[in-house]
């Protein structure tokens, strides 16, 4: 396919896409809607920003147009990615009459059951919000002939498999298109796709696993007390727009208000945030009122934001699937870009899970923290850290050499103190494990003498019979009788 001039698409449509300027396929638009244009499923994986949307959006506008019965249904895993989708069918129907509606969390219910009570051929969401509105009974899906799953991956990765299969319950219309999209294809993918496609199509173009090849990476070795003030260094030294990624919402907050502080026009995007304060942070940020938007994995999931520039892992992903979807941030549909990691002393693991999935045929003899990897068995040593714990001691804190174990699984022994020092065991309840060091006495401990304990004279003693006070302001003395006190 090498335009979008193509007898099977319509004259409205392919009118639409030359004025917003669609001309040439990208090589998944040239794979994909061929095959889908004639009916067939489709399971498709490519890098992000490789034009996925146009792929399966035009054979769908197309099923649309065609045909005056049956309805589509497009879900995707994050509000965002679902209003950014909406919004770009919306472009490709024009002014067409294919009412649309957007099924999303965070937004008023009502004003999604008036969507739904217009009855619209076109039903954008995610799939919680959808699967609510199924158990509600107002959303009908037994007409729904045109079945749309995108980032199928992440959907997975979010817990959404429940929902996915409780969604397909409702799709009972005997013939039905299924098209799945997905940036990676692990094998959870490949599995589900049996449940959804009818002898698919399989297309897969470029490595998924590869971010764009006009994206470089860059990478800084970096402790924690550096990172602040090396991302200072590298903003007042970068221009255009930056997305900087960190690991918790609140970690996003604070970041964006100490680079407020600091004369940097920022916000935050996390899913803590209600909806219509994502949207305006969103808009925001691609109307360029500010250069920098901080974000996690999940809230900045699929934004397609043209002017993205550079992106800077401030901590590292999870997952290293994330960190291809982090960077697909920029360098979208042919733009060039950059990533920056900081990789702290703790992050040498997730690195090189990174690296294999980027480079799974590279051998990794070395590392990026200085050291070379040699595996025997199950265990990995590493040879030549003196540049990244060269503070660290000849012995360990136990008194053993380094890096040797002398307590059983792995952990210190404790002082044990109070009744612990008796036998009982500091981390586990009675009849668990003891400690061979402080056995256990035989039998209970001894019980405490009944009653209050005998207070000391401390002047008037009232009510006391005669000879039973022994304090010290009595100073009787053995077998003789206390001397009479009368109150004066």
């Known amino acids: 396919m090498e335009n979008f001039k193509d007898d099977r698409i319509p004259q409205a449509l392919f009118h639409r896409l030359e004025q917003i300027g669609f001309t040439t396929p990208t090589p998944i638009q040239a794979q994909a809607i061929p095959p889908a ?7 498709g994986s490519a890098q992000t920003g490789t034009g996925k949307t146009a792929a399966f959006g035009i054979p769908l506008i197309t099923y649309l147009l065609n045909n005056n019965e049956g309805n589509a249904l497009v879900l995707l895993p994050t509000r965002e990615l679902a209003t950014q989708v909406l919004k770009a069918l919306q472009q490709f129907i024009g002014k067409s009459k294919i009412s649309t509606a957007l099924l999303i969390g965070g937004e008023p219910m009502p004003k999604q059951f008036n969507q739904l009570r217009a009855n619209p051929r076109l039903v954008v969401g995610t799939p919680g919000r959808i ?3 199924l158990t509600r009974g107002k959303l009908k899906l037994n007409n729904t002939k045109f079945l749309v799953l995108d980032e199928v991956d992440r959907m997975l990765d979010m817990g959404f498999g429940i929902q996915l299969d409780a969604i397909a319950e409702y799709l009972t219309a005997k013939t039905r298109q299924t098209l799945m999209f997905s940036a990676t294809l692990p094998n959870n993918i490949k599995n589900i796709s049996a449940k ?39 903003l007042n030294t970068r221009t255009g ?18 680079l407020r502080k600091n004369g940097h026009k920022s916000d935050a995007l996390h899913g803590d945030l209600r909806q219509s304060k994502r949207n305006r942070v969103i808009s925001g940020f691609r109307t360029q009122n500010y250069r920098i ?35 697909g941030r920029t360098a979208r549909a042919g733009a060039e870009g950059s990533a920056l990691n900081f990789l702290g002393q703790s992050d040498n693991i997730k690195w090189r899970a990174i690296q294999r999935l980027l480079n799974p045929d590279a051998k990794n003899d070395n590392d990026e923290f200085g050291g070379e990897r040699k595996k025997s068995g199950n265990q990995r040593k590493f040879k030549n850290r003196s540049n990244f714990r060269n503070d660290r001691p000849e012995q360990s ?3 053993g050499a380094r890096g040797k174990r002398k307590t059983p699984f792995g952990k210190p022994q404790r002082r044990a103190t109070g009744e612990a020092a008796q036998g009982e065991s500091l981390d586990r309840p009675q009849g668990g494990f ?21 207070a000391k004279f401390q002047g008037k003693t009232q009510g006391k019979p005669q000879g039973t006070s022994q304090g010290a302001s009595s100073h009787s003395q053995q077998g003789k009788p206390a001397r009479k006190r009368f109150a004066s």
């Open 397 to 399: 804190a136990n008194g």
């Open 131 to 133: 699967n609510d509105h």
């Open 196 to 234: 959804y496609l009818n002898d698919p199509i399989r297309i897969s173009v470029g490595d998924s696993h590869a971010p764009a090849a006009n994206v470089k990476q860059e990478s800084v070795k970096i402790t924690d007390a550096e990172k602040y003030p090396r991302l200072l260094e590298e």
């Open 241 to 258: 727009s930056v997305i900087i990624f960190v690991k918790t919402k609140r970690g996003a907050d604070r970041m964006a208000d100490k």
């Open 37 to 43: 244009l004639e009916g067939r499923d489709i399971l």
């Open 293 to 327: 938007l901080v974000a996690t994995d999940v809230a900045a999931r699929g934004l397609d934001i043209p002017h993205i520039e550079h992106v800077i892992n401030y901590d590292l992903p999870q997952s290293p699937e994330d960190y291809i979807h982090r960077i």
């Open 434 to 454: 003891k400690s061979k060091s402080a056995p256990k006495p035989y039998g209970k401990p001894k019980a405490k003498p009944f009653g209050k304990p005998k």
